[in-house]
């Protein structure tokens, strides 16, 4: 039991991170004046209030946490668009090309409705994006293909020197028990330069 809630302490402040760390990222963004006109300053500014809705949901549903770790718990669907899925992981993907990461993309996909639980699906695409930033060098390919299932492939070679990262592999826990309750599957491959996920989650119509 102090195991389990140490893991579910750790999983949430792992999760409060990842926003708060692209919070703080678009608010130097904007301090700095660091945007071309003001369309793209009101953008900057949208994307601090979804990080704070983000921050506030995570805050109010601590006890959605204990999912990851409790043996009987079941996602609770709901109906979505695959283009406001990929909307969402374009958003992250996005934060970290502004960190200078250059991200090869592969994406395909067919506008539909499925059903998911996108808040879980958050979590597990923010946790994907905070590996990549605290672990990955500047150079990522992204194979992704929504049909009949979310298919993802993530293949990065590792930072040169990861002897002052924290690493408690909190993050890929979470995400392979999300692609577990999905239904899904997850493989991870890794080496001392390179590290790869392939997650694949069938989509069910809405």
Known sequence: MQQTHHDLITAMSHDLRTPLTSLRGYLDILALHCFKDQEQMDNYLHRCIDKVEQIKEL????????????????PQLESMSTEALLGYIEENLNYLELEGFIIHKDIKYIKKEVLLDFSMIKRMINNLCSNIHKYSDKHVDMTLTLDDSFDLLLTNKKKSDLSKVESNK?????????????????????????FSIHITIPLKKA
């Open 59 to 74: 805050s109010n549903k601590t006890f959605a946490y204990s999912l990851v770790f409790e043996q009987n718990s079941h």
């Open 170 to 194: 909190i993050g890929l826990r979470s995400v392979k028990r999300i692609v577990e309750l999905h239904n899904g599957t997850c493989s991870i491959e890794e080496s001392e330069e390179t």
